[in-house]
């Protein structure tokens, strides 16, 4: 019986002793780099976290790059929570960490200056087209100054990379709001591209428009040779050409367009809505189903409301982002999680009475869902995430001159009457 006891004890003993036993970090970051090769993300960072007590730096970057291209931004997080200050310092490390940033929740662009001011290595090309990303999106002073300092220290061998250049005329011309020399600066880096391609082009028109120098964009366009254009460049051209007066050119420039997609029509539709509404009719006319599902919208509603009740289907959420004071603010419907819920409300309010003295009438059409008690047409659409971000804006101390809205979801076609008249 002792004996056996013995066996058992050792046997226990060995089993345990084989189970705690590691892996070395060499091995360790050979599987990481076998699995990463591989595209397979999932098995890396799992492989990782559980060998996370045995791991260098090298293993720690590895599984950082695995949460970027998983977009795994709570993983990431906790990674990055726990990292030493030497770790923290490790120049690769940080390189990724900006990456990750950036990348991943695409919400934090103070957070990538705030670890570029910490780094002690020279950003590539990746992490230079990030940082000019940051700035343009931060556009403060800090900002400003960084960025210059990125462009003044470029190496000459990425001064030809179209894509930077492209990223750097956007962040500049981002800066441009009365400050000239931004505008002039950016015109001038993209004069001196040996080869412009559409990326270049198309951020350069769309810069302009977004610094109300409409006729500028119209003549680049004009330049821009035709197997370039496509419907990125046609919709800046044409958004451009809606911070002013000039008809003629949207008109013609929406002729010349061989293929008229949905988003184009968009772009052009508050300048030519005969035109646009002429084409929208003409395209449900050749689109058969749509006169079937327009001709008993009611029947086909019950049903679709059925189905998903039988399949238990979850409805996606709508979701809107804004920009407010260098951070992303995340609000869905009938969002009352913020502090200034109070404000933010009573702001869509005021919006909503300046609407109505200019004729606007709320569209119940773009309710998709019965209403329920104590629910108006016009309290279920003013609620609706883009407009408490329009009025998130609008609460704020220092108002805001530019404001964007964007959205996981399409903008229903009332809140698109809200952007039009009251912006």
């Known amino acids: 019986m002792f004996r056996r006891i013995v066996s058992l004890y050792q046997n226990l003993y060995k089993t345990s002793s084989i189970s705690s036993s590691s892996l070395s970090s060499r091995e360790i970051y050979s599987r990481m780099k076998q699995l990463m090769d591989s595209k397979e993300y999932k098995k890396t960072f799992d492989f990782f976290d559980q060998q996370s007590h045995s791991c260098t730096d090298f293993e720690i970057n590895l599984a950082l790059k695995a949460c970027i291209s998983l977009n795994e931004y709570q993983c990431g997080m906790n990674i990055q929570k726990t990292l030493s200050q030497n770790s923290l310092n490790n120049p690769y490390i940080q390189a990724t960490l900006i990456q990750f940033y950036s990348l991943i929740s695409n919400n934090m662009p103070t957070k990538v200056l705030d670890l570029f001011d910490e780094m002690n290595i020279k950003p590539n090309q990746a992490i230079l087209t990030v940082l000019f990303g940051a700035c343009s999106r931060v556009a403060n002073d800090r ?107 949207v008109h013609s420039i929406f002729h010349e367009v061989s293929h008229k997609t949905k988003k184009i029509i968009t772009a052009m539709s508050p300048f030519l809505f005969d035109e646009a509404q002429k084409l929208l009719e003409d395209y449900e006319k050749s689109n058969l189903p749509y006169s079937a599902m327009y001709s008993d919208h009611e029947e086909a509603e019950n049903i679709r409301l059925n189905r998903m009740k039988e399949v238990g289907k979850k409805v996606q959420v709508g979701l809107s982002w804004t920009e407010v004071n260098g951070e992303i603010v995340q609000l869905k419907a009938h969002d009352r999680s913020y502090s200034r819920s109070k404000e933010i409300y009573a702001e869509a309010e005021r919006i909503s009475s300046e609407l109505i003295k200019h004729g606007h009438n709320y569209d119940s059409s773009w309710i998709t869902r019965p209403l329920h008690e104590n629910e108006t047409t016009k309290s279920v659409l003013c609620a609706h995430s883009e407009r408490l971000a329009i009025a998130f804006n609008f609460i704020q101390e220092t108002k805001p001159s530019f404001i964007q809205i964007t959205k996981n979801l399409s903008v229903c076609g009332d809140c698109r009457k809200l952007s039009v008249i009251f912006l």
């Open 143 to 249: 900002a400003m100054k960084i960025g210059r300092k990125l462009l003044d220290e470029m190496p000459k061998n990425l001064k030809t990379d179209n894509y930077i250049q492209s990223s750097a005329i956007n962040m500049l011309m981002r800066f441009g709001d009365e400050k000239a020399d931004s505008v002039k600066d950016a015109q001038k880096i993209f004069k001196l591209i040996d080869k412009p391609d559409a990326i270049t082009y198309t951020a350069m028109i769309n810069s302009f428009g977004l610094n109300r120098m409409d006729s500028e964009a119209v003549d680049l366009y004009r330049k821009m040779p035709n197997y370039l254009q496509d419907e990125v460049s046609s919709v800046c051209v044409l958004n451009a050409c809606s911070h002013s007066d000039l008809l003629n050119e």
